[in-house]
């Protein structure tokens, strides 16, 4: 049941974007800050936790689980280090995330061909 909880959760979150996507004219990039920031922002209101404990990877996985992400690591970052911790916690948080998609991306662009956007 929590399979299908996280994939049904996941769907609703990219079938929103798609939809945000679609019937706007905001670039993907922006569109992509602007989950990344909305996610850290629930969390630093106390909301994003909760739902992500309900929903699970559906919740963690989208770019609204790493801007909480994110802000998990700034506030632990601040606790251990003060000031310092706050250009570094994000980071430190999040570099497993930021590699992997560093090292896949380069990857997909070795095998595929990559293209711009009409």
Known sequence: M???KAF????LIC???????????????RIMVLLV???AILGAVGVYQPFLEWAGSGAGVPLLGF?????????EGIGEKGLLGLFTGGLTA????ICAALV???????IF???MKK
């Not at 079938?15 to 990039?29: A, E, R, S």
């Open 8 to 11: 049904l959760i996941g769907g």
């Open 67 to 75: 801007g909480n992400t994110l802000w998990k690591g700034v506030k």
């Open 15 to 29: 079938g929103l974007v798609q939809i945000l996507m679609d019937k706007t004219k905001l670039m993907p990039g």
């Open 94 to 97: 999040s570099a497993a995330g």
């Open 37 to 39: 920031v909305t996610g």
């Open 2 to 4: 929590d399979y299908l």
């Open 113 to 115: 061909k990559p293209k």
């Open 104 to 110: 896949f991306g380069f990857l997909g662009a070795l």
